[in-house]
Every structure is written in structure tokens, then in C-alpha cells.
């Protein structure tokens, strides 16, 4: 009994270390991430702060930025990794909707439509993107060091109150501004005949997305009212089941 009981207990210390090993090194990567992604967006906010001033106009500022805000926005995917692998506890599909809706509006929206890109509403998600990713990943960087300032942390679960909405205002007309030339162009579209026998319109295509926004929003914006009364005051938020 004595050498059963021995084995079992060497057994358990092994797999204790095995479990503090990946959690040492999962800790270490997303420390490393998210001080990556907090500089990512720095150099993106002094480039833009820098474009202004020189220039006075937000006019080609989008253009000026365009290569290092595709490459750290696209980056993010790896975030969708890392619930998949469970190292970050959150949803997957929340995630997922959150950067892929980032990467659409980068890549099949504001890049691929060169007319709309000195937009006001491009200027203003890409300002609001911009502070709410420094905020976002500061708090993350701090919080895995164990040494959170509390004004990181009052900023990731207040401004959000006032940046989220404007965001969502400045993605909705974008693409709003986008459809006119969308539906010039039949850009991303497949026409009937083909020989696949399959037909796809991107500008209805968006008109679909920018609806989705409806029911989409106030679920993940009450979502982060309740994740802020939990963090800030204390609150025990009980989920409903559906």
C-alpha cells in the first residue's frame, strides 16, 4: 500500500509541474503579446498624431497608416487562437466575431475601396480603435505583471461607455459610404450566368452586415456593462441560461 500511495503521489507532483510549466509559458507569451500589440498601436496613434500636424487635413492619413494597421489588426487572429486552446477564458465566438469584423472592415472595406477612405467615419473608428486597443491591451500587459494601475483599470471599464457606440457610428457609415461605389462596381459580386450556378452580391451582402449590428451590439455592450459593475464594484453577475 505504502509504494502504491508513493507512486501516486509522484505522479501528482509531476503532473503539477507539468500544469505550472504550461502556465508559465502561457503567461509568458501572452505577457509578450500584449506588450507587442500595446506598442503596435502606439506607433499607430503617433503616426496619425504626427500625420495631423504636419499636414492639417486627416485627408491621406488613412493611406499613411494603412500597411501597420492591416498588419496588427490581422495579427489579432491569434487571440481567437488562444480561446480556442483555452489559455484566455473567453468565448470563442465572441472573439471571433469582435476580430473578424475588425479585419472585414480593414481589408474588404477600407482598403478595397480607395474613394472612402478620407471619410470622416474611417478617421473616427480608427481613433476610437486606436484608444480603445491601447487601453484594452495595457490593462491586459499590467494585469498578467500583477501590478494593475487602477487608472488602467478605470479606463478599460469606463471609456468603452463612450467609444464603443462610436465606433460602431463610424464602421456603420463607412460602409454606408461604401455602397454607392460597391454597387458601381459589382466589386466581390458573382453574376448569373456562371458555371457554378451560384450568384453572390456584395453590395446586399452589406446591407446585411450593417443590419446584423442591431441585435449584435447591445449584446456585447451590456456584456461589457456587466463585466464593469463585476470588476469595479463587485457585483456577482449571474448569467441566464438560454
Not at 90 to 106: A, E, N, P
Not at 134 to 141: D, E, F, G, K, Q
Not at 173 to 185: D, E, G, H, K, M
Request: charge should be positive; hydrophobic fraction near 45%.
Amino acid at each position: 500500500m505504502a509504494s502504491s500511495e508513493e507512486d501516486g503521489t509522484v505522479e501528482e507532483k509531476e503532473n503539477n509541474n507539468k500544469k505550472r510549466t504550461k502556465s508559465a509559458l502561457a503567461t509568458a507569451w501572452l505577457t509578450f503579446y500584449n506588450i507587442a500589440m500595446t506598442a503596435g498601436w502606439l506607433v499607430l496613434a503617433m503616426a496619425m498624431m504626427r500625420f495631423y500636424i504636419q499636414k492639417g487635413t486627416h485627408k491621406g492619413l488613412y493611406r499613411s497608416i494603412a500597411r501597420t494597421l492591416k498588419f496588427f489588426q490581422t495579427f489579432a487572429l491569434i487571440e481567437v487562437g488562444h480561446c480556442a486552446i483555452g489559455i484566455v477564458r473567453t468565448s470563442v465566438i465572441v472573439t471571433g466575431v469582435q476580430v473578424c469584423s475588425r479585419i472585414f472592415m480593414v481589408w474588404f472595406i477600407t482598403n478595397s475601396i480607395r474613394q472612402i477612405q478620407n471619410e470622416e467615419s474611417v478617421i473616427l473608428f480608427l481613433v476610437v480603435w486606436t484608444v480603445t486597443e491601447i487601453t484594452r491591451y495595457s490593462y491586459y500587459t499590467f494585469n498578467l505583471l500583477h501590478h494593475l494601475p487602477y487608472f488602467i483599470k478605470w479606463a478599460r471599464y469606463n471609456l468603452f461607455i463612450v467609444l464603443y457606440p462610436l465606433g460602431v457610428v463610424g464602421e456603420l457609415l463607412t460602409i454606408y459610404a461604401a455602397l454607392p461605389f460597391v454597387r458601381r462596381s459589382g466589386m466581390y459580386s458573382v453574376r448569373l450566368p456562371n458555371k457554378y450556378n451560384v450568384s453572390f452580391d456584395y453590395y446586399y451582402c452589406l446591407i446585411i452586415i450593417m443590419l446584423s449590428y442591431i441585435p449584435l451590439f447591445p449584446q456585447l455592450y451590456f456584456h461589457m456593462l456587466r463585466q464593469r459593475r463585476r470588476v469595479l464594484h463587485g457585483e456577482v453577475i449571474v448569467e441566464k441560461d438560454d
